[in-house]
């Protein structure tokens, strides 16, 4: 049983039989709509993100599998944001404002990839990608966000979410 893995970007819920995914699955003999819908139907609560899929195709079967990444924290703030692209100059262009709990959420959507072993360090380690790219949170820099969370300031809503942070995200 000799398998095959494939790993490509694709568009949330928009992936085609077209280039990339069918030049790159035709040599495998698998059946490429099939494919393509497995990986829309995976990839669509990322809609409009770029989103990492591996598909590992049993070369004798042609059986597939689908695995969906999740996109980097900084297209989900982005996403959050309602912002097309990052600033190239975040001290003084902003681009967009999200709320304490976005932060929260795109947290605990990255738990796995993050290094981090608390929500609150999680927290204010997207905080710093929030700040980097130009968004801030309540309607504040983001680094004087994460002064707020070291004072206690968030302990509730950090609270509200670490069951969900200890279940991984799911």
């Known amino acids: 049983m000799v398998k095959k893995t494939i790993r490509v970007m694709v568009e949330g819920g928009k992936a085609t039989p077209g280039p990339p995914l069918g030049p790159t699955l035709s040599p495998y ?11 829309n139907d995976a990839t669509k609560d990322f809609e409009g993100l770029s989103v990492p899929v591996e598909i590992t195709i049993d070369i004798d079967t042609k059986e597939f599998e689908v695995r969906v990444g999740i996109p980097t924290t900084t297209a989900l703030l ?7 692209q990052p600033t190239g100059d975040p001290a003084h262009q902003k681009i ?11 947290a605990i959507l990255k738990r796995d990839s993050l290094t981090a072993k608390t929500l609150r360090a999680a927290v204010k380690t997207v905080l710093g990608t929030a ?14 966000v994460q002064k707020l969370v070291d004072e206690g300031v968030y302990d509730e809503i ?13």
């Open 29 to 39: 003999k698998v059946n490429i709509p099939q494919v393509v819908k497995a990986i």
């Open 78 to 84: 982005m996403k959050e944001a309602g912002a097309k």
């Open 96 to 106: 967009g404002n999200i709320s304490f709990e976005q932060v929260v959420k795109v």
């Open 131 to 144: 700040r980097s790219i130009g968004i801030t949170v309540d309607g504040k820099d983001p680094k004087e």
């Open 158 to 170: 950090l609270s509200r979410y670490e069951e969900e942070w200890s279940k991984g995200g799911q």
